[in-house]
């Protein structure tokens, strides 16, 4: 997953070590080197050595796995043979529940915790090493999940010679695949009522997950209701999905022939789950992040007891480090803490833009055509239906929009992104990784054809 660049200092000092160890971790587990001095925790690094690690585990074509996974070109780290990369999917698949439960207790763990000092430190101390093993989920399953996704191509391209319908069938076997960002969406759409959605979601983040300084939907679930799915049917349908899923499996079960079968099978099965289980490993990291969040607040609350923080969001402006010498005494008054603060709020953090594929990747649904409306904020209230709609960073907090929409477009987005997960679950057209249309005037007519890869003007 990409992590923005432009965070505030305490998820920056959270987050980039932990991106960092976690592809060491990774890469230990799957038994790859990772060359000296690359920096996992540039976008454009992480991207790439993704695919290089997928090209190395399943002897992917590089080209292939730097496009599903959003990377202009691999880290060329050697290649591979696909029944290594089905060997350690199948470990993943085996290990990653225990390990989604673990994470899971952790943060339910934290927010029952009574808050002291000492436990304070002990949850602080315990943050970076939760992070690092969720982020380490989230790269393996990243590389099982791409390394099946492009088997079950190949797979399906000796009986299916044409690329599009070939393309369109892997699209259909992959429809309807239920994750928690799937079951949100679904939650949001019938408007399900605020504490509900507290109960179920409240561990999300809704408008940049990985940042610790924004709300989580626990915070934001009562301005979250009250748009519900406009009348008539969604384009975004989980069960038409699951329906496109089964006729998918049976036109491709068909056309394998007997001796095709049984492997066509084996893979369709661990391409799903993998899907499934980076979609998972997202929301454990949210699970871990929502705690952070939470130790957070409470490390704020006892920095503003005795005026060393004039606000509870100034802990945000504090890398981790800085928070325990804070606890501990260190800095044990208002002037240690002040200059640092002012000067971090005057600092221009400007954003980065996340590094993507150039080529374009049809993610899920069919061929269709709108009008381009492209979003920039998720309030936007005066949404017309049946558009294809763009907007530069997908989150939950855009739901409403998805709820209307013909289509959408993520030009930073990937084969693993939060927006492919929720379009393949109802089978909504998307594209991800092309830029070209957000230089495009809303209004105009396009044409989305994910089974081609391909956006363009209508005629």
Known sequence: MNIPQNLTPLSASILTPALTASFARATRQLGVEIPAGVNAANPGAMNALLAGLTTALWGTNPLDAALLLGADSPRELGRGKAGRGVKAAQSLAQDFPRAYERMKRWSEWVFASEWSQAQLLQVMEEIEPMVTEALSWINLSAIAAAGSYARLGDLIAKFEKNAAEAHALRLGLTA????????????????????????????????????????????????????????????????????????????????????????????VQLTQATLVIHAKARDALAHVLAAARHWAQAAAAEGMSDGRLAHRHEVFLLEIEEIKQMMTGEWHSRDHVAPLIAQRRQASRQPVAAANASRPLGVAGDKTQGRLLVLHSPNATDIPSGYIALAERWTPAWHRALMMAEGVIAPNGHLLSWIAAVARAGDLPALAGDARAADWPSGVTVTLDPARNRLEKAN
């Open 176 to 267: 309807g695949l239920e994750t928690p960002d799937s079951q949100l969406m679904e939650a949001l759409s019938a408007g399900v009522a605020p504490d509900k959605l507290r109960a179920s979601f409240g561990h999300m983040g809704v408008v940049e997950p990985c940042e610790i300084a924004l709300p989580r939907m626990a915070e934001m679930a009562e301005e979250l209701v009250g748009t519900k799915a406009p009348p008539g049917p969604m384009m975004w349908d989980i069960s038409r999905a699951q329906g496109r899923r089964e006729t998918a499996m049976q036109i491709a079960f068909g056309r394998a022939g007997f001796l095709g079968r049984p492997e066509l099978k084996k893979m």
